[in-house]
């Protein structure tokens, strides 16, 4: 017997689905379309906006938003890979708070598993270099970033490298999180997307985690301290534009 449960809740999906369009806007606004450096700028800040309230909610958020929940240790987390092996067991694999289910039954991918977590911290940590590297940098026609005229040259190049890279990186990890989705579906017959549209997923009746809640004024005042803190970096820190055209 199974049963849905409430897992992942509004904030994270909302944040997951923006991100994802967002991101494509970075691509197209950057790529394809012409004149649009300024929109792409705007992406940026959003973006950045969305990390800053993912790391917050991962602290202050929803049960299975939080890193507490989902980071293991190194020595777990290992453990868990060889487990997916059939190598070992999981039973007596705890997250970082402690929180364990029952010892009948472990569940590891109720939230995100130990290894989807790693990644969520590696993509979090590239989106972050991505969108702070874009404020230094130049399209070298009209656009400079907020930070541009503040650093040298040689800290620009450095940031020049890591914005295209990071775009390398970030494609590298879309390829491994669609093909773990893939695996979850075929191997698993669990369809990840769908609980990532709804919040809902299977757990099975011998299981006990709680169903997550939305929040509501956590997620605005986290929402609200995000948007103030990507203003305070982009318009109030930012030094003034230097003006290099005399036309
Ligand atoms: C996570 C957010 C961001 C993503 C995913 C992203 C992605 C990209 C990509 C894919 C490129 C093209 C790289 C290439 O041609 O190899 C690019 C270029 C660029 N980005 Fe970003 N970017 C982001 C944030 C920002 C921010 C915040 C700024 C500035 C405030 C910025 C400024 C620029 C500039 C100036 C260029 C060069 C454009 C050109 O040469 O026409 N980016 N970005
Ligand atoms: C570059 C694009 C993408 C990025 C940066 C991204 C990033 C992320 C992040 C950070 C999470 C963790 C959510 C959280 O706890 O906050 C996540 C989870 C998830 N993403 Fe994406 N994602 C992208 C594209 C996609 C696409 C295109 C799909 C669907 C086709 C997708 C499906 C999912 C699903 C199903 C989960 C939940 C996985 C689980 O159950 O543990 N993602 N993604």
Not at 155 to 161: G, I, L, Y
Request: charged share 10%; hydrophobic share 50%.
């Amino acid at each position: 017997m199974t049963q849905q449960l409430y897992v992942w809740d509004f904030p994270t999906r909302l944040f997951h689905w923006l991100l994802v369009a967002a991101i494509c806007a970075q691509y197209l606004t950057a790529e394809i379309l012409d004149d649009a450096v300024q929109w792409h700028f705007y992406g940026g800040y959003f973006i950045l906006g969305l990390v800053i309230f993912r790391v917050l909610w991962g602290i202050w958020g929803a049960y299975y938003a939080r890193f507490n929940q989902f980071v293991h240790t190194p020595q777990a987390t290992w453990h868990y890979a060889k487990s997916l092996s059939g190598m070992t067991s999981l039973s007596g694999m705890k997250s970082l708070s402690g929180a364990r289910p029952s010892e009948h039954i472990y569940v590891p991918s109720i939230g995100h598993n130990p290894l989807g977590a790693y990644s969520i911290i590696f993509i979090l940590s590239i989106l972050l270099t991505q969108s702070i590297s874009g404020l230094f940098i130049t399209d070298e026609i009209f656009h400079d970033g907020p930070y541009y005229s503040a650093v040298s040259e040689s800290t620009r190049d450095v940031m020049n490298w890591l914005h295209h890279q990071g775009f390398n990186a970030i494609l590298l990890f879309l390829a491994l999180h669609l093909s773990a989705i893939l695996i979850y579906k075929i191997f698993k017959k669990q369809n990840l997307v769908a609980s990532m549209l709804h919040g809902k997923k299977q757990q099975d009746d011998t299981a006990s985690w709680p169903p997550t809640k939305n929040h509501w004024l956590r997620f605005t005042l986290l929402a609200s301290i995000s948007a103030v803190a990507v203003y305070l970096i982009v318009v109030v820190f930012a030094p003034e534009l230097a003006d290099d055209f005399d036309y």
